[in-house]
């Protein structure tokens, strides 16, 4: 699994443990896959992204492509919105994960509302 700190003390650098810099942060690369903190079908773990995702999808999309990036989200974000494939394998990235190109590639076409909520409720999480 792919261990995202932010910060390493100079303890776990000495150690024979392989780091290396990855997209601003330290990552510990224990051998095994990092996972969604967040199901796909979890839509009820946070009401306000369930609500933002069923009424106005585009809106929640923009805002998680502007998030991923670390940046405000604005008015552009919305009008050209890259595709939910696209915004996923960059949380894929930035967070570890293991690619799954096929699957999310299935999830985004009939699930992408899903899909939708579940990037958001992970940025969320992750950012905590």
Same mark, same amino acid.
């Given at each position: 699994?792919?261990?995202? @700190?932010? !910060? ?5 650098? &000495?150690?024979? *443990?392989?780091?290396?810099? %990855?997209? #601003?942060?330290?990552?510990?690369? *224990? ?5 969604? %903190? ?17 009424? @106005?999808?585009?809106? =929640?999309?923009?805002?998680? %492509? !502007?998030?991923?990036? &670390? #940046?405000?989200? *604005?008015?552009?974000?919305? +009008? ?9 394998? =960059? ?10 190109? @096929? ?9 992408? *509302?899903?899909?939708?909520? =579940?990037? !958001?409720?992970?940025? %969320? +999480?992750? #950012?905590?």
């Amino acid at each position: 699994m792919d261990i995202c @700190l932010e !910060a390493v003390s100079e303890q776990e650098e &000495e150690k024979n *443990t392989e780091f290396y810099l %990855k997209d #601003r942060f330290y990552v510990l690369n *224990t051998g095994m896959a990092n996972i969604w %903190k967040s199901g796909l079908f979890s839509c009820f773990g946070d009401f306000n992204v369930c609500i933002m995702g069923l009424i @106005l999808p585009c809106i =929640q999309m923009a805002k998680n %492509k !502007a998030d991923i990036d &670390e #940046r405000s989200c *604005t008015i552009c974000d919305c +009008l050209c919105m890259p595709p939910e494939y696209f915004t996923r394998l =960059q949380i894929r990235s930035a967070y570890g994960f293991e690619e799954s190109n @096929l699957y999310d590639c299935i999830v985004t076409g009939p699930c992408v *509302t899903c899909a939708i909520c =579940q990037d !958001a409720r992970e940025i %969320k +999480l992750r #950012r905590k």
